[in-house]
């Protein structure tokens, strides 16, 4: 008999949630309702909505959009977005994270500080990601996004430094970061930095490692285009070499070794519950016949 746990700790944060109950309710009054970019990253969530009514669209296509109306998810938009919509009479349902807006408006206002005083705005996070260009566009492009060390070549240190974090980036990684800043900076130069990472997002890191350890065999869920995602992995390779990436139940097609008695399943921050528990439902058709 192979006792099967779900992780807790795993699948959606609250802001995905929310915007997730955001599209469903909207969609209970709406035929078709547009979200700009992919609800969340899981291939499976957004067909399931896509059944629905929920109809993904990118930049482009807002544009060309008239009296519609779109939702824009967790990771939050750059107001060029907003300005647009308004041009083309497009009614917004905000699903931002509230996390997300809260250093969407410090960003912008450190920014108006920083056009009196040139200090430099610097981002840590993915260059790219949506929340980061959403970040990137409260400064009018002129952040500087690092993903990593060898990216503060592009730092001035003779100037003063505002340093932010996308939600979703590690702990550890951003105090690397703080760490170095702090040794190459000048005599007398100023150097603030915000801890603007969401801790739901972070405590998933030790959480999962703990959850792995204590299984003979994991089963990872998540979506091929989660970085969250990838990163979890990771951490869970680490915690147990016994650690499967699949993104569906049906990739699982034979029982397990006999000598593995727990399994755990776990995922991301995009991995939908219902996912994971198919994926344990699969597992104890497969092995405890």
Known sequence: MVQVEIDKSSGFCFGVVTAIESAERELKKEAVLYCLGDIVHNNLEVERLKIEGLRTIDHAALADLQGEKVLLRAHGEPPSTYELARKNNITIIDATCPV???????????????????????????????????????????????????D????????????????TKSLDGFREIIEEIKRRISGG?????????????????PNIKKFAASHDWIYFVAGVKSSNGRVLFEECLKANPNTLFITEA?????????????????????????????????INDLNNL
């Open 100 to 150: 997300v807006l809260r250093l969407q408006r410090k960003i912008h206002s450190c920014y108006l500080q920083s056009k009196t005083d040139r200090s430099q705005l610097v981002i840590y996070g993915k260059k790219g990601h949506a929340e980061v260009n959403g970040l990137v566009g409260q400064t009018e492009g002129t952040a500087i996004v690092i993903e990593s060390v060898e």
């Open 152 to 167: 503060l070549e592009k730092l001035d240190f003779e100037r003063d430094i505002i340093l932010f974090s996308q939600t």
């Open 189 to 205: 130069v100023k150097f603030d930095y915000h801890d603007t990472i969401c801790r739901q997002v972070a405590n998933r890191l």
């Open 250 to 282: 049906r990739e699982i097609t034979e029982a397990l070794p006999p000598e593995v008695k727990t399994v755990g399943v776990c995922g991301a921050t995009s991995t939908p519950k219902w996912l994971m528990e198919e994926v344990a439902n699969r």
